[in-house]
Nanobody, 125 residues
Framework: QLPLVESGGGLVQAGDSLRLSCAAS????????MGWFRQAPGKEREFVAA????????YYAEYVKGRFTISRDNAKNTVYLQMNSLKPEDTAVYYC??????????????????WGKGTLVTVSS
């Protein structure tokens, strides 16, 4: 289990932006594909975005495409999720996740190996 710690959640208004961060305490961070998932109240957890260790492959769910951007800084062992034009339906607990991926061929919906505890994002209308 990879230690993952999310931060950056909060309460914002519709149309606002937030940037989530996820720090991983491991020296081989650049061997992991990283992703963001979310779980809204009463709903199942769903995929948001993912990025390969080389940044060569990036994936987004349709409902965030064009509004959210995933990125990573391998020197800082951190992955980010920039969320723009937030909508009330984006309200959820956002989880960071990781999957060991030496080949750099990760693609969803391959399951993740490790999960953070989540950070709450609330978007008011």
């Amino acid at each position: 289990q990879l230690p993952l710690v999310e931060s950056g959640g909060g309460l914002v208004q519709a149309g606002d932006s937030l940037r989530l961060s996820c720090a991983a305490s491991i020296r081989t961070f650049n061997s992991y594909a990283m992703g963001w998932f979310r779980q809204a109240p009463g709903k199942e957890r769903e995929f948001v975005a993912a990025i390969s260790w080389s940044r060569g492959s990036i994936y987004y769910a349709e409902y965030v495409k064009g509004r959210f951007t995933i990125s990573r800084d391998n020197a800082k062992n951190t992955v980010y999720l920039q969320m723009n034009s937030l909508k009330p339906e984006d309200t959820a607990v956002y989880y960071c996740a990781a999957r060991l991926d030496f080949s750099g061929t990760y693609s969803p919906p391959a399951p993740m190996d490790s999960w953070g505890k989540g950070t709450l994002v609330t978007v008011s209308s």
